[in-house]
């Protein structure tokens, strides 16, 4: 059998670049961003580096489909809590709460890939910036809905969304998160319920302490 047709789809198998995904994952774990190669990795898939650089073209690209990889979960999950039919300070309770918990459980159970994340939002690089976009734009979905309803009585979009990400920013920043790991979890949900409380307070009320 031809590399090509081993490398086919079927019912059973993985395609080839969800396969180096996976071994890229594993070598991330074993030997960390600087040591693991896209030669090692190619070697444990069983192919050239050259059939590597097919799917992702640099080492950086394959870091960030890696990335990717677990993002785009949270990013669902986040678009499907915009859609439901809560109320918007639920709504955005829920999102909040499920950006913090995703994080810090990726912290906490795969620290390497989770710093692939922190190294590329301290850099402003694509893949951090991409995902920063998506719930910054569903946040804003949230925001948008409680001023059209009357549930948020700030009506400035921009500094409605100040609000949200000033006050949530220790609680949903990766680097914020991987900083905060001698804390307990206990302290930080409660902590986190405090800043969210503050955040639906100054958002439903309008209140001029909050009104920047």
């Given amino acids: 059998m031809s590399l090509r047709q081993s490398l086919r789809p079927n019912a059973s198998e993985p395609t080839a670049d969800q396969r180096i995904l996976e071994l890229a994952c594993a070598h991330l774990r074993a030997f960390g961003p600087r040591r693991a190669t896209i030669v090692g990795i190619a070697e444990a898939a069983g192919m050239s580096h050259a059939n590597v650089y097919r799917y992702f073209p640099s080492k950086e690209a394959l870091f960030e489909a890696v990335t990717l990889l677990w993002l785009k979960p949270l990013e669902q999950q986040l678009h499907v809590i915009v859609q439901g039919p809560d109320p918007a300070g639920d709504k955005l309770e829920r999102a909040l709460t499920a950006l913090q918990n995703a994080?810090?459980?990726?912290?906490?159970?795969?620290?390497?890939?989770?710093?692939?994340?922190?190294?590329?939002?301290?850099?402003?690089?694509?893949?951090?910036?991409?995902?920063?976009?998506?719930?910054?734009?569903e946040i804003?979905?949230?925001?948008?809905?409680?001023?059209?309803?009357?549930?948020?009585?700030?009506?400035?979009?921009?500094?409605?969304?100040?609000?949200?990400?000033d006050l949530a920013h220790r609680f949903v920043h990766p680097v914020s998160i991987?900083?905060?790991?001698?804390?307990?979890?206990?302290?930080?949900?409660?902590?986190?319920?405090?800043?969210?409380?503050?955040?639906?307070?100054?958002?439903?009320y309008g209140d001029s302490d909050f009104d920047m």
Avoid: W
């Fill in 178 to 204: 991987a900083l905060d790991k001698g804390f307990s979890s206990a302290d930080m949900d409660l902590r986190a319920s405090r800043a969210i409380t503050v955040i639906q307070r100054g958002l439903v």
């Fill in 103 to 137: 994080y810090r459980r990726k912290r906490d159970d795969d620290p390497v890939l989770f710093g692939l994340l922190c190294a590329a939002f301290e850099r402003n690089e694509g893949v951090a910036r991409r995902h920063r976009n998506r719930v910054q734009s």
């Fill in 140 to 165: 804003q979905t949230i925001v948008e809905e409680g001023i059209g309803s009357g549930a948020f009585r700030i009506q400035d979009r921009r500094r409605a969304m100040a609000l949200v990400f």
